[in-house]
């Protein structure tokens, strides 16, 4: 019995050994969660005008005719729930007659331009900034 013990160790040692000579690669970074995608979208596409924080000052805020609206209060403007349908139908823009002002980009649009992305793909985007959204709100306190 002391032999098997000794051998089993012996192994051990020598597994130990195996690995440290030869590193495992680190695990493969997870994939980002729904409100990460959502904020880079934002923050490629969004944030130029609503700014970084979703307040509406963005850099470019200034050259517009109407200030960009501070994405932030959606939920406090509508009783602490967030209008996600609505929020999705401005964002996307096509099907919207009001779409705001025109300085703001008909986002659905936008990404069905892109060669091989489908309208599922755009739905996802559109979605994922919709998820960020909601995600940021300031809620009625």
């Not at 923050?43 to 130029?48: D, E, G, K, V, Y």
């Not at 960020?132 to 809620?139: A, P, W």
Request: glycine share 10%; with cysteine.
């Amino acid at each position: 019995m002391w032999t098997r013990i000794m051998a089993a160790g012996t192994f051990v040692l020598c597994i130990n050994g195996l690995s440290a000579a030869h590193p495992q690669r680190p695990p493969a970074a997870p994939v980002p969660a729904a409100a990460d995608t959502g904020r880079a979208l934002f923050m490629t596409h969004c944030a130029s005008c609503h700014g970084i924080a979703a307040r509406g000052d963005g850099p470019v805020a200034e050259a517009l005719r109407v200030r960009p609206a501070d994405l932030t209060q959606f939920a406090k403007r509508n009783g602490g729930l967030f209008p996600s349908a609505e929020t999705r139908r401005i964002v996307d823009g096509r099907g919207v007659g009001a779409h705001g002002n025109p300085d703001m980009p008909v986002w659905g649009m936008v990404f069905r331009r892109a060669a091989d992305v489908s309208d599922k793909d755009v739905m996802a985007r559109i979605d994922a900034i919709v998820r960020y959204l909601e995600s940021i709100q300031e809620r009625a306190g």
